[in-house]
């Protein structure tokens, strides 16, 4: 664990972490659920575990984009950028998580022309700069980074540059946290909202899990006081039978959201019917795709796209931990076959996969200090 | 790729009106303001940026606070490696994927 007094108001930090033991309730185990894969990582970081009582549990979410991306549609997009003149663009997290054969880096290495850009608007500018070549953008992410990419197909249109395209893998959270609230073998307590979508959404999105579901939810910051006030927030609520949205990140999260960029996603996307999640299955109207007025820029259907399913290695166990139904240690391949360095699910890649969080922080100290406490 | 980076606007393109010269940390880099178009920032108005476009207006309490926030998650590196991946700089040399 970290030290109290690293953190900004150590004294606060204190007061807070107090008052969750004081509002929680001995005879009661609260499972809480942070939504975003940002906030998995801070809680491991900051070692916020170490602040809560015991019947305190923090469940993972499934918000980690490239954690939740099945892996035939890596495979799909590697296959259609193994085509004459392709360029397969796209941000670094996704260079590292594994298709069937292998990571888009590895293809880089086998001689297939792979570009990180860190923002879809210069995948764009690259097909400008290669006008003899297709650039196709490898498109992930929840509705932080949907809008982006609705902008940069807007200006695609505008511009008239037609040897670029988008593979859409954009989904929406909502769904997500239905589907597992629908789960059988899921029961939570209460939601710690995503902070930095929600700057895009808003927070009335999430009413139906207050109003329908009767669980409180706590839109957060990143910050370890945030995060704790948030469950201060939620435990509250429970304390006194509530259900209702709070938003802890005022500062930054409008109640209405990101007008602009709700429309421009209205412009471009439309609800698939269906998409397949890793972990969660196929689930209705969670993602988006490009619409038909934009077609000439979507990858989907400017290319014979394989539509490849493929089941996660069969030790892995991705899915569960990606539900929240086990921990990261409980997977069979944890810290042996899948390590960060050689990771065989996606959770293992991005650092807002719980996998890579725990392995960096929880496993690494249990590790130091079994090594300390036992000398070989 | 969810990284929220606190940047100051200090230039603004009246022929580009959905670009702007944002500072962070002392690297400058143009941003896309097109999803701000509600509520465009001025010179001197400091925005949280997301995968190169400004996504919302904050306090510059705020922003230092996220900045420290980033550092704190380990992730200022990374944040500060996007800002300079921005615009294309080293297309004619790209960095190693």
């Known amino acids: 664990m970290k030290f109290v007094d690293e953190f900004r108001e150590p004294e606060v930090i204190t007061r807070t972490a107090e008052e969750i033991k004081r509002l929680a309730d001995p005879n009661r185990h609260y499972r809480i659920m942070e939504v975003c894969g940002g906030h998995t990582h801070a809680i491991y970081r900051f070692g916020l575990k170490d602040l809560l009582p015991s019947n305190i549990e923090l469940i993972h979410g499934p918000g980690c984009p490239v954690c939740v991306l099945p892996m035939g549609r890596i495979d799909d997009g590697l296959a259609i950028a193994q085509g004459p003149d392709v360029i397969f663009a796209a941000f670094g997290d996704m260079m590292r998580v594994p298709g069937t054969q292998g990571s888009p880096l590895e293809h880089k290495a086998r001689g297939m022309d792979v570009r990180i850009v860190y923002s879809p608007s210069d995948a764009l500018k690259l097909a400008q700069l290669n006008p003899d070549k297709h650039v196709m953008f ?178 892995a166990q991705c899915g569960e931990v990606l539900k929240g139904v086990l921990k990261p240690h409980q997977c069979k391949l944890f810290a042996k076959e899948c390590t960060p360095e050689h990771p065989i699910g996606a959770l293992m890649v991005s650092s807002e996969g719980s996998c890579a969080a725990y392995f960096n922080y929880e496993h690494r100290k249990t590790a130091m200090v079994t090594s300390i406490a036992m000398p070989a | 790729m969810c990284l929220a980076i606190p940047g100051q606007i200090v230039e603004l393109y009246p022929d580009q009106p959905s670009a702007a010269m944002v500072d962070v940390v002392g690297v400058r880099r143009k941003v896309d303001l097109g999803l701000l178009q509600d509520n465009l920032p001025v010179k001197g108005d400091w925005v949280l940026i997301h995968v190169g476009f400004a996504m919302s207006k904050i306090s510059e309490e705020d922003a230092i606070d996220q900045m420290r926030t980033l550092r704190m998650l380990g992730e200022a590196e990374a944040a500060m490696q996007e800002v300079e991946g921005y615009g294309l700089e080293n297309v004619e040399n790209p960095k190693p994927a």
């Not at chain 1, 949907?146 to 040897?163: C, D, F, I, V």
């Not at chain 1, 995503?194 to 839109?219: D, L, M, Q």
């Not at chain 1, 201060?232 to 990140?249: D, G, H, T």
Request: with cysteine; glycine share 6%.
């Open chain 1, 138 to 315: 490898f498109a992930i992410g929840f509705e932080t980074t949907a809008p982006s990419t609705a902008l940069t197909l807007m200006r695609a249109k505008a511009q008239g540059t037609h040897n670029f395209s988008v593979f859409c893998n954009h989904v929406t959270i909502i769904p997500a946290i239905r589907a597992i609230l629908d789960s059988p073998d899921m029961r939570l307590d209460a939601f710690i909202g995503p902070g930095h979508v929600s700057t895009v959404i808003g927070c009335r999105p999430y009413e139906w899990i207050a109003t329908n579901e009767n669980k409180p939810v706590a839109v957060s910051g990143f910050e370890p006081l945030d995060i704790l006030q948030s469950i201060v927030m939620v435990l509250r609520q429970l304390k006194a039978e509530e259900a209702k949205i709070e938003n802890q990140y005022k500062r930054v999260v409008p109640w209405e959201g990101n007008g602009a960029a709700l429309r421009a996603m209205a412009e471009v996307f439309e609800l698939r019917p269906y998409f397949e999640w890793r972990g969660l299955g196929f689930i209705s109207q969670s993602a988006l795709r490009i619409r038909d007025s934009y077609a000439e820029w979507d990858t989907e259907k400017r290319f014979e796209v394989p539509g490849v399913r493929v089941t996660d290695p069969k030790a």
